[in-house]
């Protein structure tokens, strides 16, 4: 291959005259990387600046793709400047590269301007765009606060025997909230305080009984070196007020609720605290409302979507937990258990899209005024900004509010008397998460759905057909397919061409090897585990659904700031290079996936 011609055509270098763009040929070493081989590793100095004529590399950092170059990109050129590369970069396919020495390279810098500023001016725009101005940043430093920046109290302990007259003066010599405590085979529970004083005022227990007695065990711990973030998402699944802190496995002390908030009394977004003090609906709206700034806050800041999932999924728990005590009395609470379905029950609805909730009774109890309640349930829920379903599957419905046995009757139908709203129906049901009550409603009507399937195996193909019942939007050519006119011309909707196919396949193999986890990523790493899915596989699936998230997150945030409704669609034309290739490679892996489940279910042979 002749560098020169090949050069005169790829900015900046064609900007170059002629006597220097020969110096530059003569200079330029020509490399040919096999697919997956390694171009650069991570943190090396590069000794050339790299031109690409055939094929494409992507930079990996932290198991993700931070960047990708195809023919006529110039690479790395900040690796370059900095004398370290950022990431591992790998070819994609067999590549072909110009390699030009960094000396000849800092000379064209010096000496050229009309070479050097188009360069600079690339770097500084995909700068910029790598590192989005954060407009939170107190919750930024949050993000990043490690456990050990907090105030840890020092272990404060006595044995199990001891009296809780005992205790009590512990801690108050102390100056200590709790303690913990030891009994003779080793475990540790802990006490607080609060369990003193209830123990002796309202249980009328004898200030000498053993302070074992009145201690919770089974403790709740993180080591000193994690973020507080999960200390404060760990708190609110728990719906407790203290973690024991760890270093290397010794207890180093009590990371207490009122430290944590201390250490974040200037942030804002503390929901859980909200919703937990909330009084009123009035008041549990207010906390809902911040729900959108904390996405854009954490997304802003460069959270994986995986872990805001999970906390806002701990929060939306809470949320709507919280809203029940608020409207349902007591004794319905005992004897019912609200559950949320679909992606909220996945841990994957990220901003407000539509309801997804049902109410199991337990067999035999009536509430006269059990229509009034969910009602006021759904409509208080499209106050705080969900909106309701469009298929109406809400606590509202009588369809999804009725006792286990009644549900139980639903699950037989669903899967003996298949049909398509039976099949959809089915696939809700299966990721539904308990929120309030008992837990158990929910827990055996699970059991129920597996006892049934287990006489039912032509079930799984049958459900597993939904997986290839929308078209892929990549045409022959890898371009995109979009819509030709009306609302959505020129977008692509996200959910139906690569979301749900992965999800739902997923799904249904989940389903097929009774697998617990509702998340769709903790599914594909238990079926990777099982050797369902092949490491290969299950890195691509998770990569290509991280992915088509992320960018229904951005678009959907950019589309709310703009006062646009929600949904799925998606211009191609409005993303960067980058975001466009690795959607590309993602409808690529959907379609690989289809294949697949086709294969799994032997799908060609159901009708």
């Known amino acids: 291959m002749e560098p020169r011609p090949q050069l005169s055509r790829i900015p900046p270098f064609d900007r170059l005259p002629a006597e ?60 370059l400047l900095r004398r370290r590369s950022p990431g591992r970069i790998v070819a994609r396919e067999d590549t072909v590269c110009l390699a030009l020495p960094r000396a000849e390279f800092l000379y064209l810098l010096a000496e050229c301007p009309e070479f050097a500023d188009p360069l600079f001016a690339e770097l500084a725009g995909r700068t910029a765009g790598s590192r989005p101005v954060d407009t939170h940043g107190e919750l930024a430093g949050f993000m990043i606060a490690k456990i050990g920046d907090a105030y840890v109290h020092p272990p404060l302990q006595v044995t199990a025997a001891s009296s809780i007259h005992e205790a009590a003066r512990a801690m108050r010599d102390n100056r200590a909230t709790s303690l913990l405590v030891v009994r003779e085979d080793g475990e540790i529970g802990i006490c607080s305080g609060t369990d003193l004083r209830n123990a002796v005022v309202i249980e009328r227990r004898s200030p000498d009984a053993p302070v074992g007695d009145i201690a919770s065990y089974g403790l709740v711990s993180l080591e000193e070196d994690d973020f507080l973030f999960n200390a404060l998402l760990t708190m609110t699944r728990h719906s407790i007020s203290r973690v024991v802190i760890r270093h290397d496995g010794a207890i180093r ?3 207490e609720q009122v430290d944590l908030l201390s250490y974040l009394s200037n942030h804002s977004h503390l929901i859980a605290v909200q919703i937990e003090r909330a009084g009123s609906r009035e008041e549990l709206a207010k906390a809902s409302h911040e729900l959108t700034r904390v996405i854009e ?23 709507l937990g919280k809203l029940f005590t608020l409207i349902a009395p007591p004794e319905l609470i005992d004897n019912a258990c609200l559950v949320v379905m679909g992606s909220e029950g996945r841990e994957e609805q990220i901003l407000k899209t539509d309801q997804d909730n049902a109410l199991l009774l337990r067999d035999g ?10 009602q006021a349930f759904t409509e208080a829920l499209v106050a705080f900004g969900y909106p309701p379903c469009p298929g109406n599957i809400m606590v509202s419905n009588p369809y999804w509010t009725k006792p286990l046995g009644a549900f139980k009757d639903e699950i037989f139908n669903w899967i003996k008397r298949p049909s398509e709203d039976g099949f959809m129906h089915f696939a809700i049901f299966f990721d539904a998460m308990p929120v309030a009550g008992d837990t158990a409603l929910l827990d055996e009507a699970k059991r129920y759905l597996h006892q049934q399937l287990q006489s039912n195996s032509g079930f799984f193909a049958h459900f597993a057909r939904a997986t290839v019942s929308f078209e892929t939007p990549l045409g022959f050519f890898q371009n995109f397919v979009t819509g030709k006119d009306g609302q959505h011309r020129d977008e692509l909707d996200l959910k139906k061409g690569g979301i749900f196919p992965l999800t739902h396949g997923v799904r249904s193999l989940a389903l097929e090897h009774r697998l617990e986890p509702t998340n769709t990523l903790e599914r594909i790493e238990a079926l990777e585990a099982k050797g369902v899915l092949t490491p290969a596989r299950a890195a691509g699936l998770t990569e290509a659904l991280t992915m088509m998230s992320t960018l229904r997150l951005t678009t959907g945030l950019r589309k709310l700031k703009a006062g646009l409704p929600q949904d799925n669609f998606v211009n191609p034309n409005e ?7 690795l959607l590309r490679d993602s409808f690529k892996i959907v379609n690989e996936f289809k294949k697949f489940i086709t294969f799994h279910f032997k799908l060609n042979l159901v009708t």
């Not at 960047?67 to 990109?73: K, N, Q, T, V």
């Open 297 to 319: 806050a954490l997304h802003g800041k460069g959270v994986k979507l995986r872990y805001i999932g999970q906390l806002l999924s701990e929060l939306n728990k809470k949320l």
């Open 575 to 581: 993303l960067n290079k980058l975001e466009r290739e």
């Open 253 to 255: 002390g009590v990371l």
């Open 365 to 374: 109890y009536t509430h006269p005024g059990l229509d009034a309640i969910t």
């Open 20 to 79: 220097t763009l020969a110096r530059v040929a003569e200079a330029v070493d020509v490399l040919f990387f096999r697919r997956d081989q390694t171009v650069l590793t991570e943190q090396e100095a590069p000794d050339s600046l790299y031109v690409l004529t055939q094929g494409s590399v992507q930079v990996l950092a932290g198991g993700e793709v931070i960047a990708r170059y195809g023919p006529e990109d110039c690479f790395d050129l900040e690796a």
